[in-house]
């Protein structure tokens, strides 16, 4: 039996021993498809969803704190606070420079980042 004759090219680069092997497919666009984004991260910034994750375990924050934890401004962080507490996902606490920041008792968002740190 004879095996028919294949024409494999010769490699452009010489990598030391080693082979390269390239997969064509849909790339990043992969892990988008089968990671489903929460819904409570629609409509946030990446800084307010590192501020919210970041409350599931701290349970409080001072705006100065949120302006080093993302490198900010008090104008562009007092906006984001601002934007949470409307959406229900923060509480204001204290007054003045003594105010803070807290997750509301009655946000569904506990259930909703318990869920998803379960996937």
Excluded at 73 to 91: F, I, P
Aim: aromatic share 6%; proline share 6%; with cysteine.
């Amino acid at each position: 039996m004879r095996w028919p004759s294949c024409s494999i090219s010769t490699p452009s680069e010489e990598l030391g021993g080693e082979f390269r092997v390239t997969l064509v497919g849909p790339g990043e666009r992969f892990m988008l498809a089968e990671t489903p984004t929460p819904v409570w991260t629609q409509g946030l910034n990446e800084r307010q969803i590192q501020l919210v994750q970041f409350m599931q375990h701290h349970g409080r924050i001072t705006r100065r704190q949120y302006e080093e934890l993302t490198q900010i401004g008090g104008t562009v962080a007092k906006q984001d606070l601002q934007g949470l507490m409307a959406r229900g996902l923060l509480a204001r606490g204290g007054a003045g420079p003594s105010t803070y920041y807290v997750r509301p008792e009655s946000s569904r968002l506990s259930d909703d980042l318990a869920t998803d740190s379960d996937r």
